[in-house]
């Protein structure tokens, strides 16, 4: 069966610093990947999709970047935070085809920035 | 395009009654859908999907939802709520060759008891 892991499920970090979150799929080959940010009380925001290795398709423009070295890793990452990146950050996959895929969901990362 | 529309974002029933949550897509070509549902501080989980064998879909915990596409609908409901299923629900819609997914916003389900 497929999984997704995703870690850390809490960060704590402060301005300026730098962020990696990571997310690796398993039991699947070839999976769109996504980057979704949920801030509180709100609903999703697509942040990355990627349909392949070293293909990443941004939604929003922002401080953040993706990156996909590996055919289901997937990587989350700022240079420098800002407090607007506060958020609850997560991880998906989809299948490949038609859409009658749904997507799949990892347990999510708590990110605060102080 | 794709988009959807989830009518309440916070609905409230007592413990027994009937769960009824609204979801509205727009779409220009039959979409396939799909009802989560996310506890605090977890992902997202699926719950059902439509993807155009049966209009009337039944998924876990006891949910089911209809397809209609006169109404552009596909509300989510279940006969007897549960302090269990009180969460966030989220419906989505994907295109036909889409790679992206479309949610609405969410609506915050309380359970009375």
């Known amino acids: 069966s497929q999984t997704i892991h995703q870690w850390p499920a809490t960060l704590v970090q402060p301005v300026g610093s730098p962020l990696s979150l990571e997310c690796t799929v398993e039991g699947t080959s070839n999976p769109n990947l996504y980057w979704y940010r949920q801030a509180a009380g709100r609903g999703l925001q697509l942040l990355f999709y990627s349909v392949g290795i070293g293909q990443i398709s941004s939604e929003v423009p922002q401080n953040l970047s993706a990156s996909r070295p590996q055919d289901r890793q997937f990587i989350l990452s700022s240079k420098k935070l800002l407090l607007s990146d506060s958020g609850f950050y997560l991880c998906?996959?989809?299948?490949?085809?038609?859409?009658?895929?749904?997507?799949?969901f990892g347990d999510g990362t708590r990110l605060s920035i102080l | 395009a794709q988009s959807v529309t989830q009518l309440g974002s916070h609905v409230s029933v007592s413990e027994g009654a009937l769960v009824l949550l609204r979801c509205n897509y727009s779409s220009s070509v039959p979409p396939y859908l799909f009802w989560y549902v996310q506890y605090p501080n977890q992902g997202l989980q699926l719950l059902l999907k439509?993807?155009?064998?049966?209009?009337l879909v039944k998924g876990i915990n006891g949910f089911e939802a209809e397809f209609k596409k006169s109404e552009t609908s596909f509300h989510l409901t279940k006969p007897s709520a549960h302090m269990s299923d009180a969460a966030e629900y989220f419906c989505?819609?994907?295109?036909?060759?889409?790679?992206?997914?479309?949610f609405g916003t969410g609506t915050s389900l309380t359970v009375i008891p």
């Open positions: 439509y993807t155009s064998a049966a209009t």
């Open positions: 998906a996959w989809s299948g490949r085809g038609l859409g009658n895929q749904p997507q799949h």
């Open positions: 989505a819609v994907r295109a036909f060759y889409g790679n992206q997914f479309y």
